[in-house]
């Protein structure tokens, strides 16, 4: 499925090996090397066989890293070297990844690239929450957008078109910022009691969500959850009552109750 030489930007989803597109898994049995981010999940590198090379690559904040340019030098020189590659991404690969860079360094160095999509965070917090993001006539758009910011620089957002009140606002990488998102957001204009949701380690068995409301976000994302990756969620379409919630929080309490 994959030539020698070829680079497949695949995504993994958001960490349950039950949510990998079937083409994703397909690509991780005919991969020579995968180079896999920190985010991908246990439970789909167990699906790896053994005798794919694999090759962590991880980049998470405040953790030991490999600078985006290694990564890309990496990439290429596997598949110059022949190699079936593919690079597995958490989530989607077009979506806050860094596909570009991979992209473009591939191009320059005359390696076929191509992307397989995966199931985005924001999906698969939706899904957990038993909640839609969109909601007829109350939250017409939804906007994906990161509130990571460089080391000791400011959230450089356009906080009044983000503040929205017909709009789902999906923050990724958002933990750390919470409390200048919850300020700037309500400095632009949006309600106070705006609901919203915090999903940690959505999809898998360790998740944990917690719904409030936009003053006291800064407050819940400092206690509610811990250090797995986490996903906030605001808007009217937040505080709608959830689907099924009563058997989500029991699959919750039992372990890896997948
Ligand atoms: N490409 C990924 C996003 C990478 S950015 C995707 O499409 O999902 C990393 C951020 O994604 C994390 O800081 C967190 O905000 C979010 N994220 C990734 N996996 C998550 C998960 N299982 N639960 C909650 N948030 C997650």
Request: proline share 3%; with cysteine; net charge neutral.
């Given at each position: 499925m994959i030539d020698a030489g070829e680079v497949w930007l695949v995504g993994a989803g958001p960490g349950d090996p039950d949510l990998l597109t079937r083409k994703a898994e397909r690509l991780i049995n005919s991969a020579s090397v995968i180079f896999h981010d920190a985010l991908v999940g246990a439970g789909v590198l167990e699906l790896v066989p053994g005798h794919v090379q694999l090759v962590p690559v991880g980049k998470r904040s405040g953790r030991h890293s490999r600078d985006q340019k290694t990564i890309d030098a990496l990439i290429v020189e596997a598949a110059l070297e022949g190699e079936r590659v593919v690079r597995l991404?958490?989530?989607?690969?077009?979506?806050?990844?860094?596909?570009?860079?991979?992209?473009?360094?591939?191009?320059?160095?005359?390696?076929?690239?191509?992307?397989?999509?995966?199931?985005?965070?924001?999906?698969?917090?939706?899904?957990?929450?038993?909640?839609?993001?969109?909601?007829?006539?109350?939250?017409?758009?939804?906007?994906?957008?990161?509130?990571?910011?460089?080391?000791?620089?400011?959230?450089?957002?356009?906080?009044?078109?983000?503040?929205?009140?017909?709009?789902?606002?999906?923050?990724?990488?958002?933990?750390?910022?919470?409390?200048?998102?919850?300020?700037?957001?309500?400095?632009?204009?949006?309600?106070?009691?705006?609901?919203?949701?915090?999903?940690?380690?959505?999809?898998?068995?360790?998740?944990?969500?917690?719904?409030?409301r936009l003053d006291l976000l800064p407050l819940a994302a400092r206690t509610a959850v811990g250090d797995g990756p986490a996903l906030i969620l605001v808007g009217e379409a937040l505080g709608e009552a959830s689907a099924g919630t009563g058997k989500l929080e029991a699959r919750t309490l039992s372990a890896n109750g997948r």
């Open positions: 991404k958490g989530g989607d690969p077009a979506i806050f990844a860094r596909a570009t860079e991979e992209i473009a360094a591939c191009r320059e160095a005359g390696i076929p690239v191509r992307i397989c999509p995966g199931v985005t965070a924001a999906s698969a917090a939706a899904a957990d929450l038993g909640l839609s993001l969109t909601l007829r006539g109350l939250a017409r758009k939804l906007t994906f957008v990161t509130a990571h910011a460089r080391a000791g620089e400011e959230l450089d957002l356009d906080w009044q078109s983000l503040a929205d009140g017909q709009a789902t606002l999906a923050i990724y990488m958002g933990k750390s910022a919470a409390a200048e998102v919850s300020a700037r957001l309500i400095e632009a204009g949006l309600a106070t009691d705006t609901p919203v949701a915090l999903v940690e380690n959505a999809s898998l068995g360790s998740r944990r969500h917690f719904k409030t």
